[in-house]
């Protein structure tokens, strides 16, 4: 075996020197390197709570001060450090304290830091000098507001690592205490307190076209609630908001004298819950100062797991009780000088499928503090005549009781909006029946039957009606107005076996039969369920396409076809064309969908253009952006040979 010999000093000297010069002509010591975009504004927009690690605010004071790995190492020493007697900390350093205190307690679970967090960011944006006397580019205004809002729910955890404590009292800091004060009142809402809070902007939603959510200050949160008080108007507002309503409110705590607070350890603050549907904005240092609101997020939140997903096919195939007066409900406190818009579902449906239209309405600056959403829920195999008359009785009862004396002009603009069946009941809101439908059931004039005061009371509700005065405005979306071809012979006949019809209705009629001898024949076999009422041959619907619109009433369609071109000959699966279209009505849109279409933004678009109109508002771009893209979409059509229609005024 041969070794080799060892280089000579003067060659290992030529080898050290030759690899320098290679590794100068790669890199210097100093210098850059080309990255993508994406990889650039990350590195720009790093924090804590974008990506779990510090922002070059926070990393170059540390470097600066040589604290870096000391942090790392001792992590509660270095911060006591950064405070020192606490008087006199710039805005380095309190954003600095803020975001490295989230840091600390990220990794150490010790709420106390996060609350110290949201303390310094505080002081950051509202203390003297404040964050908001800085320059409005600066990144760190952003920073130091989510800090805040984020520290503050994290710092409020409740042991279940859910629910956020509102509560008086006194909290622990790094360097001393937090004296909380809870403004009891603004935990009041409409007949019911604020119980449990729940933190929502951890929450990623789903099943929504969009989340909508508005930066500011203040920690967003779903308030459940719990009944309080007693008396009619208590009573009243509860009947007309469900129990299991979440309430989307942010809640703010205030510290006036934060600079004192931490110098002195003894941080003191004024803490309130601001409801979304009460204000979106607060005035704090002589500044108005917008809220954090997550309002998607809270709705998303109460539909998780709710039970009104269970109940949609098992209500259609079960018996109810009679109609109810809390079956129209209110989705916030009724207050003067908004135009109630009235959802109501179709077949096997619930108020749960209007969400997305809820969503992207509700959220609409333009309409949010001028409409109000009210959801009519009712079993959806009754006959439609009944349904009929439970809202209408509803619709009367509530405006009755929210406005006696006729001062609210707003309550008598109200625009009810169908689905499918819910088309079908929304028209018979606007139609004045005189003896029609009781014509097609029987020729003994209804004067002369004999019943109960009760059952004759509910014949005659469901039978005889004028439209509703403070109706002005209709809209049929996917509406059989001529029936559904989907109401077969078939259909009808398994149906019939498993539909159970209400127990006050079944006895009403077999009573109607045994005093009244020409009524005989009417039986619970001859009792018909809403998909009876949606043949196309069956009376009921005859009846109602024959019967006209009250005059004054504004009425829109929105039709449903899956294709392109012409819409006449087509169906949405559920519905033809020529049953959903309807003579004379102010406008029809037609929207590529399949019939469950409430949910589609073509749909929703379109009667938020409706409620533009009704209210008197410009529609303004978005309305101009889609008739420019309606009109270039036909230009193409026609252009490829294809007949193009989206819109019959």
Request: aromatic share 6%; net charge negative.
């Amino acid at each position: 075996m041969r070794l080799r010999p060892s280089p000579r000093p003067d060659q290992v000297v030529f080898l050290l020197l030759g690899a320098l010069l290679l590794a100068s002509a790669c890199a210097t010591p100093v210098g850059v390197t080309r990255v993508d975009t994406p990889e650039m504004y990350r590195s720009l927009t790093t924090s804590v709570l974008s990506t779990g690690e510090l922002s070059q605010y926070s990393e170059n004071l540390l470097t600066r001060l040589g604290l870096r790995q000391r942090f790392d190492e001792m992590p509660e020493a270095v911060l006591a450090g950064l405070r020192g007697p606490g008087a006199g900390l710039d805005q380095e350093y309190l954003i600095a304290l803020s975001e490295l205190s989230f840091f600390h307690a990220t990794k150490s679970g010790k709420q106390e830091y996060f609350l110290a967090s949201a303390v310094y960011a505080w002081a950051f944006l509202f203390g003297k000098p404040g964050g908001l006397d800085a320059d409005p580019l600066d990144p760190r205004l952003r920073l130091a507001a989510n800090l805040y809002n984020v520290g503050l729910a994290q710092g409020l955890l409740g042991s279940d690592g859910e629910s956020v404590e509102i509560e008086s009292g006194k909290r622990a800091l790094p360097f001393g205490s937090l004296e909380i004060d809870v403004d009891e009142e603004s935990l009041l809402w409409s007949g019911y307190r604020m119980s449990r809070f729940v933190a929502v902007m951890e929450f990623k939603v789903r099943g929504l076209l969009n989340r909508y959510r508005q930066a500011g200050i203040g920690t967003p949160l779903a308030a459940e609630l719990m009944a309080v008080g007693e008396g009619p108007e208590a009573e009243a507002a509860r009947k007309r908001i469900p129990p299991r309503h979440k309430v989307s409110v942010t809640a703010l705590l205030r510290m006036p004298d934060v600079e004192d607070g931490i110098a002195s350890g003894q941080v003191r603050g004024r803490m309130r819950i601001y409801s979304s549907d009460e204000t979106d904005h607060v005035e704090v240092a002589g500044r108005r100062v917008p809220l954090e609101l997550e309002p998607s997020a809270v709705l998303a939140y109460q539909l998780e797991g709710a039970p009104i997903w269970d109940t949609e096919l098992a209500a259609f195939f079960s018996a109810l009780r009679p109609p109810s007066p809390e079956s129209l409900l209110m989705l916030h406190p009724y207050r003067p000088g908004k135009v109630p818009v009235v959802l109501v579902h179709g077949t096997a449906s619930s108020p749960a499928r209007w969400a997305d239209m809820v969503n992207e309405l509700q959220n609409d600056p333009r309409l949010r503090n001028r409409i109000d959403f009210w959801l009519f829920s009712y079993n959806t195999s009754n006959p439609i005549l009944l349904s009929a008359s439970q809202l209408r009785a509803s619709l009367r009862r509530i405006v009755g009781e929210l406005d006696p004396k006729d001062k609210d002009p707003a309550l008598r603009q109200m625009v009810i909006i169908g689905h499918s069946q819910g088309g079908l009941l929304t028209r018979l809101m606007v139609t004045d029946s005189e003896d029609r439908f009781w014509a097609a059931v029987t020729n003994v004039p209804f004067d002369t039957i004999k019943a109960s005061p009760e059952i004759k009371t509910l014949i005659q509700d469901s039978f005889f009606f004028e439209p509703l005065p403070f109706v002005t405005r209709v809209v049929f979306i996917a509406t059989p107005h001529q029936g559904s071809f989907r109401a077969s012979s078939l259909v009808l006949k398994v149906l019939r076996k498993v539909i159970t019809a209400p127990v006050h209705l079944v006895s009403g009629f077999k009573e109607l039969g045994a005093e009244n001898e020409a009524l005989a024949s009417t039986s619970l076999e001859g009792l018909p369920n809403a998909v009876d009422n949606m043949s196309p041959n069956h009376r009921f619907v005859r009846t109602l396409s024959a019967s006209p619109i009250a005059p004054g009433v504004k009425a829109h369609s929105i039709v449903a076809v899956p294709n392109e071109g012409l819409p006449d000959g087509q169906n949405d699966g559920m519905v033809a064309y020529k049953s959903a279209h309807l003579d004379g009505v102010a406008s029809e849109k037609i929207v590529r969908s399949n019939h469950s279409t409430q949910s589609t933004p073509g749909t929703i678009q379109e009667v938020r253009r409706i409620l533009y109109e009704h209210l008197g508002i410009p529609c303004g771009l978005e309305c101009e952006v889609v008739e420019r893209v309606d009109a270039a979409e036909a230009s193409m059509s026609k252009t490829a040979g294809e007949p193009a229609g989206s819109c019959r005024p």
